[in-house]
């Protein structure tokens, strides 16, 4: 129990000074400066207006929809109005396309990603750590187009000359890597869309890493665990959603990206099983042949295969800011991502 | 908790292995060579892996310098381009076209998101603040190439033509969800301290958002706005059926104009030695003033934490 | 001159919590009226409910009947003009730092559209006299900015932006909490002072700064007012044995 012997709050007289050094009367004039009343028009306008730019961002999203719609009307849905034969067809090189290329840019770039990431958050002196994590900024902020053109005159020769042959000869038995080695074609758009995705795989795994609270690091270390086995249990295991989320959205990247593909594809409607073999996607077909195309069916076709391509992007995005958040809490991923 | 036991119990089993592996073990087992070396191993890849990542960037940028300045003369920074196989002209109705649809698009895109951010971050701390907030985000994610049909239907079609304007309208959308979520950000930075400060002195709320709250965090939106511009500065696909490119040069914004992204696609593509050329000299000054804003924001952002904004 | 305040019946809500029970107050004008009580009793939200800062919490509810003068707070007014009539100083100074000292105590005057030049001027350095700290700042008043002075001296910039607006009443939330003694000294001087023209409500976690400047004072208990006299007759004579085990020390 506390002390009985509390005393009480001690109550001096007041300081003799008090009180004597006069400060100044500020003004209390019987109408002070700020009477009047007060309008509460301008709050609402202002909270109106606000509340517009909000729904403005929605509208954005409601107006795509509707174009790409109205296009087809309805219809798109149903089955009338509908040739089968000819665009049915005619859509899948698309999207095998599309599926290829994402995938081997998946392939390529989820394990450099990882890498640089865990090098970047775990491995690297702190001084460098600016240096490196703002080169691979630097590398999300070269436009597609530069990537396409460094592409057709770096990249694809280099694969014409020394990758393909090389790999025709010692992986040629899978099939994969068969057929002349024209340089354009799958493997390159693969690998040039990897080195697109790198920069934002990287930056959302760095940043779930980051998340990781330093006790669960240091649990593993206390066990006696080395570096690595550190950070494999007891980072990268703990971020794995965010992570998986990072490499969905570099997914829905890749599936959009438009120019740099269309420049070393090949642009062939074409479904073959080597990767030397050049293809088409549905973002190239789009860039190649839109501006281009005659007649209503063919128009509608290709808005049909844009409308594909913005739903398939939409639920690959959602999905993966989902999982994002799901691991950062709401925290918006970095705006220039 | 569930982590923690998760993590407790892989631990344990590093130690019974790393206890078996040795032919005497003692209380506190050594870390066998084995998993010494895969350490050293991993590390060393992981180091593999950032060469790997920055070869290409390095490879890029030295290329652009490499092929890009010995072409920048003052012919090709001037002039408009010359007709089909002939050599010379420049990019230059392509450099100011480029930053005539930009304005365009900076005067509608930059406005609303902002306006969107300030309603993300002080009316938006609910569930359509959510809806919205999730939206810009997907928004975010959707091919340019799609909002550039999406412009061609709003725009081109009822215009019958191509334009600056189209191309503006394009790029606008583009900019909005990103300008949006890093005005929130920003906003979200400034103490609720502050704006209560102003709450308290009578001041109405619009005048507190706008006056106070904005002007505390105007570095950072600037920031934001200025990434964005970044972004969309380099986009070919939305341009290519708004604005479609223009061999002259163009000031109306109703009328087909050039865009150095546009050119150096085009130029990439033909067969003439020449053209290419050309479009290592354009990337170079596209690349120059994308850095060039992202280095100028980095250092701007740092400068403001420094004074202690 | 400063007014009375009168408190009746009132209720306050955070969402379904109940943050304050039937409280019922009669604020002298022109006095110093501290609010007492421990740590999450009630008297920050009680004294945010006075000038309706308790409502920019999403999810709040008041309750009750609240009369500043011949405002009615909560019926008939709107809380931006209610505020201008009622400053408010924070736990933590906080000075707008994006502007500079003249900047921050002609904020209130300026960004509710007064615009005389001369006029603010006047006022500016009235304020930062009333407040005592004019000769600290004078040769620098446009060229340093708010958040570059040191703790005491941000409060009272606080306390001279607040009075820059010619308020009636005058709220303060711990105003000395964050402050080292010298400051606190200085700033309870001042609110000696400033009661004469002000009604002064303060809450304070320090009761001898209680007994230092008030001549009333109240105690909070868990949302409830228990107890609210002269602050003589708290100190050493209190009605309620709550209270006597409180300024005891024997809890909180």
Redesign the interface.
């Known amino acids: 129990m506390a002390n009985q012997a509390l005393p009480r709050p001690r109550f001096e007289a007041p300081d003799p000074e008090r009180g004597t050094k006069a400060i100044p009367k500020l003004e209390t004039s019987a109408t002070p400066l700020l009477a009047g009343k007060v309008s509460e028009v301008p709050d609402a306008l202002f909270g109106g207006a606000m509340r517009l730019c909000g729904l403005a961002v929605v509208g954005i999203l409601a107006l795509i929809v509707f174009e790409l719609l109205h296009a087809f009307g309805w219809k798109f849905f149903g089955l009338q109005d509908w040739n089968p034969v000819e665009d049915q067809y005619g859509a899948l090189p698309f999207i095998y396309g599309t599926i290829v290329s994402s995938l081997l840019s998946l392939v390529i770039a989820v394990p450099l990603s990882i890498g640089v990431a865990v090098f970047i958050t775990e491995m690297c002196p702190v001084g460098l750590r600016g240096i490196l994590s703002f080169m691979t900024e630097l590398l999300a902020a070269i436009p597609s187009v530069v990537y396409g053109l460094w592409a057709i005159f770096v990249l694809v020769p280099l694969l014409r000359a020394y990758v393909q042959p090389f790999l025709a000869t010692t992986l040629g038995w899978t099939g994969l890597f068969s057929g002349p080695p024209y340089g354009i074609g799958m493997l390159a758009a693969g690998i040039i869309l990897a080195i697109m995705i790198i920069p934002i795989i990287s930056s959302i795994t760095r940043e779930v890493m980051t998340v990781v609270p330093q006790h669960q690091r240091e649990a593993v270390l206390a066990l006696g665990s080395t570096r690595w086995e550190m950070i494999r249990i007891g980072v990268l295991r703990n971020a794995r959603a965010g992570i998986v989320g990072g490499i969905i959205l570099g997914l829905g990247r890749a599936l959009g990206e438009t120019m740099a593909v269309t420049m070393v594809i090949g642009n062939r409607a074409e479904i073959a099983k080597s990767l030397f073999a050049p293809g088409y996607t549905m973002a190239s077909v789009l860039a190649n042949e839109f501006s281009e195309a005659t007649g209503d069916l063919y128009l509608s076709a290709l808005i049909e295969i844009g409308l594909a391509l913005f739903l398939v992007t939409i639920v690959v995005n959602a999905l993966a800011r989902l999982m994002v958040w799901s691991v950062t809490r709401g925290q918006p991923a970095r705006g220039s991502v | 908790m569930e982590r923690d036991a998760r993590t407790a119990r892989e631990g344990l089993g590093l130690i019974m292995a790393s206890a078996i592996s040795v032919p005497n073990p003692t209380i506190i087992p050594p870390i066998s060579w084995r998993r010494r070396t895969l350490d050293h191993v991993m590390t060393g890849v992981a180091i593999l892996t950032v060469v790997i990542v920055l070869a290409p960037l390095v490879a890029i940028f030295g290329y652009l310098c490499y092929k890009g300045i010995g072409s920048i003369n003052i012919a090709f920074l001037t002039q408009t381009p010359k007709p089909v196989g002939e050599v010379g002209g420049g990019m230059a109705n392509a450099i100011v076209g480029s930053a005539f649809i930009l304005a365009i698009a900076s005067l509608m895109g930059v406005p609303m998101g902002i306006g969107a951010g300030i309603f993300l971050s002080e009316y938006g701390r609910n569930r359509y603040g959510d809806a919205v907030r999730f939206v810009s985000d997907v928004l975010n994610g959707v091919p340019s190439i799609v909002i550039g049909i999406v412009a061609y239907g709003l725009v081109v079609i009822r215009q019958k033509h191509f334009s600056a304007l189209a191309g503006g309208v394009a790029l606008a959308i583009m900019m909005v969800p990103t300008i949006a979520r890093t005005t929130e950000q920003m906003l979200l930075l400034v103490p609720q301290a502050i704006r209560e400060a102003a709450y308290g002195l009578g001041v109405s709320r619009w005048r507190t958002t706008l006056s106070i709250t904005l002007r505390t965090a105007t570095s950072g939106v600037i920031t934001g706005v200025m990434l964005a511009f970044a972004r969309v500065a380099g986009e070919t696909a939305p341009l290519l059926f708004t604005a479609f490119g223009n061999q002259f040069w163009n000031l109306k914004p109703d009328q087909p104009t050039a865009a150095l992204s546009l050119q150096i696609y085009t130029y990439a593509l033909s067969p003439f030695d020449d053209w290419h050329r050309q479009a290592w000299a354009g990337s170079f000054v596209l690349i120059v003033l994308i850095v060039g804003a992202v280095a100028a924001v980095r250092y701007v952002v740092r400068r403001g934490r420094l004074a202690g904004a | 001159?400063g007014v009375g305040i009168t408190v009746e019946r009132l209720n306050a809500f955070y969402g379904k919590t109940q943050a304050l029970f039937d409280i019922n107050i009669n604020v002298l004008a022109n006095h110093a009226t501290a609010l007492i009580g421990p740590s999450g009793c009630g008297k920050s939200t009680f004294i945010r409910c006075l000038?309706r800062?308790h409502e920019?919490i999403?999810e709040s509810r008041v309750e009750g009947n609240v009369r500043i003068g011949e405002f009615n707070v909560y019926n008939g007014t709107?809380?931006?003009?209610?505020?201008?009539?009622v400053?408010?100083v924070?736990q933590?100074p906080?000075?707008?730092?994006?502007m500079s000292i003249y900047d921050n105590v002609a904020?209130?005057?300026k960004?509710?559209g007064?615009r005389n030049r001369k006029?603010v001027d006047e006022?500016v350095e009235?304020?930062l006299?009333?407040s005592?700290l004019f000769e600290e700042v004078k040769d620098s008043l446009h060229k340093k900015s708010g958040?570059s002075l040191s703790g005491g001296q941000q409060q009272r910039l606080?306390i001279a932006?607040?009075?820059a607006?010619?308020p009636e009443v005058l709220l303060m939330d711990e105003p000395c909490s964050a402050l080292d003694p010298i400051s606190t000294g200085k700033i309870e001087?001042?609110i000696?002072?400033?009661k004469e023209?002000y009604t002064i409500v303060i809450v304070t976690h320090n009761?001898?700064q209680a007994?230092r400047v008030a001549e009333f004072t109240g105690f909070f208990l868990l949302g409830k007012m228990i107890e609210f006299d002269k602050t003589?007759k708290v100190?050493?004579n209190p009605s309620d044995k709550r209270t006597e085990d409180y300024?005891?020390?024997?809890?909180g």
Do not use: D, H, Y
């Open positions: 001159m000038n800062m920019t999403p709107s809380a931006t003009e209610l505020r201008r009539r400053g408010m924070f933590k906080n000075p707008f730092p994006t904020a209130g005057l960004l509710n007064f006029k006022v009235k304020s006299r009333s005592a958040a606080c932006r607040a009075l607006v010619q001087e001042l000696f002072q400033l023209q009761m001898q007994a003589e100190f050493t300024v005891t020390g024997r809890f």
